[in-house]
């Protein structure tokens, strides 16, 4: 596992210890050296930052399954997908090795990640286009299985944001435009060898803010047990920032979409740029949203939202 701390903006305060000092008492002696590892220890993990996040899910023990935009040209030890572990306000990673099928192999721009409710598995989402072909869908197990894969439709562009929701007619599929809210609803068939969704509908929405250049009006989505559906809005001007992000409560998901008319402003993120919110579920019973980051050079963040309800 690979540990890391908050950087500024999410950043933690420093614990100074106490200095000696005091007159005529004598100095401090340096502690002994620890004793040398037995052989064939295993050396503890290299200390590393936490990575640009794009898609984020909770898993029932209070960790997250994480999903890295890394693209099909990186190096092939580069993060794609990763389980993540809060501890307070640090974070603990992992990757999660994934046997990506041919002929596409190695996926190439990860931006989402959903539960299938009712199941042990999830459905990672490529952007869209690459290489002449269309974005997958891949659905895979925690253990990085993969049990089918399909595709976008061929007229997307961007698809930042994707959730899955279980009405009494079955598996619904949004997936959301990065640049104009468009979002599409379909009905989803998992039952085959080869994902299927039927497009049964769309909406677009807008919401005030952040506006200005390099403004994305739908960066994830999520919803939560109740079918409430949440977005975040950014800015990004490239991979030095300065980033900003507002998240919103937008609409209601079951059998239709309906897009609220005011949507509902829930958190101002100026310092991150929010590409995945995800509700984990207390022993209580109640919902927390976390949102994480992807701050591009400054790499990722995972933090909890104040109560949305």
Not at 49 to 71: R, Y
Not at 119 to 128: A, G, I, K, Q
Not at 213 to 240: M, V
């Amino acid at each position: 596992m690979h540990r890391t701390s908050r950087r500024a903006g999410l950043a933690l305060a420093l614990i100074l210890p106490w200095l000696a000092a005091c007159a005529g008492r004598p100095a401090p002696q340096a502690p002994a050296p620890l004793p040398p590892p037995p052989p064939g220890a295993v050396p503890a993990p290299e200390t590393k930052p936490l990575p640009p996040l794009s898609g984020l899910v909770c898993l029932p023990d209070g960790s997250f399954l994480a999903v890295v935009d890394t693209k099909s040209n990186a190096p092939a030890g580069a993060p794609r997908v990763i389980r993540v572990s809060l501890m307070g306000q640090d974070a603990t990673w992992e990757p999660i090795p994934v046997a990506w099928p041919e002929p596409d192999g190695t996926s190439n721009d990860l931006e989402s990640v959903a539960a299938v409710p009712g199941t042990d598995s999830f459905l990672l989402v490529e952007s869209s286009f690459r290489e002449g072909r269309y974005g997958r869908i891949l659905q895979i197990t925690l253990d990085g299985k993969v049990l089918r894969t399909g595709h976008l439709p061929t007229n997307v562009t961007n698809i930042e944001g994707t959730a899955v929701v279980r009405t009494l007619f079955g598996l619904v599929f949004l997936f959301g435009e990065r640049e104009d809210g468009t979002i599409r609803w379909a009905d989803l068939d998992l039952s085959g060898e080869e994902i299927r969704y039927t497009e049964k509908g769309s909406v677009r929405f807008q919401v005030a803010d952040p506006q200005g250049a390099n403004h994305r009006e739908l960066s994830t989505l999520e919803a939560d047990l109740a079918g409430r559906l949440f977005t975040a809005s950014t800015i990004d001007p490239g991979e030095k920032g300065p980033f900003q992000s507002v998240v919103w409560e937008i609409g209601q998901v079951g059998d239709q979409l309906s897009i609220l008319g005011n949507p509902r402003r829930i958190a101002d993120v100026p310092d991150a740029k929010v590409e995945a919110l995800a509700f984990c579920r207390g022993a209580d019973g109640r919902e927390q949203l976390f949102l994480g980051s992807d701050d591009e050079d400054f790499g990722g963040s995972l933090r909890p939202v104040p109560d949305v309800h």
